[in-house]
């Protein structure tokens, strides 16, 4: 491969590497969060809070990423145009990071569930017996097992983040996909260009991979 197409493409993928974890971070920690209020209720008693969760679950599982994206993209802006009598437009970015969120919240909230439903019930008995109140066994007996069981898990879902950035690509998100599509478009480097891009993202999320073994070798410690 040509060293100058090399130096002119690997600042414009590193430059896109920033984007793609700014959106794969932050989209990761928000699901986490969104995640952890759809599976507690979940497994909770409230048939109301199961319903919202399941339906939210369902939509996002039911539709795919590419088209979420073009949605929150396009048609959710054109709504709130319509609503407030004014243009309104999104940033592609804070776009990425909702559909990030929402996509890695749902698979979370499986996650959640599943975890807490696997905290032995031996533990929460024991609390009871001690005194201890439902928010302080959840708090201090339940959370803290759970969430050692689930974050291989999570980690996971963060490797997945990191690939679905990609798709972003379609709503012009300045991702490393979307870097090498934009070389493309100048250049007419397809093989080169594209083929670095692969590499790239060989590299990156096999280093994750790593990482993610190195967590989960130190958790079974």
């Not at 039911?62 to 959710?76: D, H, K, M, N, S």
């Not at 009871?128 to 050692?148: C, D, N, S, Y």
Request: charged fraction near 10%.
């Amino acid at each position: 491969m040509d060293t100058a197409i090399i130096s002119a493409v690997l600042p414009m993928l590193i430059k896109g590497f920033w984007v793609t974890m700014e959106i794969a971070v932050v989209g990761i920690l928000l699901g986490f969060l969104l995640g952890a209020v759809s599976g507690y209720a979940l497994q909770g008693k409230c048939r109301v809070a199961r319903t919202v969760a399941g339906i939210y679950i369902w939509l996002i599982r039911g539709t795919p990423i590419v088209v979420q994206a073009l949605y929150i993209y396009f048609v959710v802006p054109a709504i709130l145009s319509l609503i407030e009598g004014e243009q309104v437009t999104m940033d592609s970015v804070l776009a990425g990071i909702i559909v990030i969120t929402v996509n890695a919240g749902a698979f979370i909230s499986a996650i959640v569930k599943g975890a807490l439903e696997s905290v032995e019930i031996g533990q929460i008995e024991a609390g009871r017996a001690l005194g201890l109140t439902e928010h302080q066994i959840l708090w201090h007996l339940v959370i803290p097992p759970a969430f050692k069981m689930m974050l291989p898990a999570l980690f996971n879902q963060f490797i997945i983040s990191v690939k679905d950035t990609a798709m972003l690509s379609i709503i012009s998100v300045n991702e490393i996909t979307r870097q090498t599509q934009n070389y493309v478009a100048r250049t007419y480097q397809t093989i080169p260009a594209y083929t670095m891009c692969a590499v790239f993202y060989l590299v990156l999320l096999s280093a994750l991979m790593i990482l993610q073994h190195v967590v989960e070798n130190k958790i079974k410690k």
